[in-house]
């Protein structure tokens, strides 16, 4: 089992900066592709960003790619992601994920979630 704990989630205005941060307990991370997706309300889950279990690999939805970045730290078993240059339409419930496979972007791919962590960005 792999417990997943989301942080940094908040309210910001349009064009500043967010660090989310995905700690992880139970099981070590180090050999898992981790991703963040994001649900904004009425609208189904969405990618937005992977790491491979190295982290020698990134992908991003096309919404975010530019603004966003993934990263890892396995000794300390947390992923983070930080955004920047937010813009109202990046407002959602944003989850980590750990998947067993070494790299993916599909939610199906995924096994374990977090609780989630709301980020707000007002106009």
């Known amino acids: 089992q792999v417990q997943l704990v989301e942080s940094g989630g908040g309210l910001v205005q349009a064009g500043g900066s967010l660090r989310l941060s995905c700690a992880a307990s139970?099981?070590?991370?180090?050999?898992?592709?981790m991703g963040w997706f994001r649900q904004a309300p009425g609208k189904e889950r969405e990618f937005v960003a992977a790491i491979s279990w190295t982290g020698g690999s990134t992908d991003y939805s096309d919404s975010v790619k530019g603004r966003f970045t993934i990263s890892r730290d396995n000794a300390k078993n947390t992923v983070y992601l930080q955004m920047n240059r937010l813009k109202p339409e990046d407002t959602a419930v944003y989850y980590c994920?750990?998947?067993?496979?070494?790299?993916?972007?599909?939610?199906?791919?995924?096994?374990?979630w977090g609780q989630g962590t709301q980020v707000t960005v007002s106009s």
């Open positions: 994920a750990a998947s067993p496979a070494s790299r993916g972007t599909e939610s199906r791919m995924y096994d374990f």
């Open positions: 139970g099981r070590t991370i180090s050999r898992r592709a």
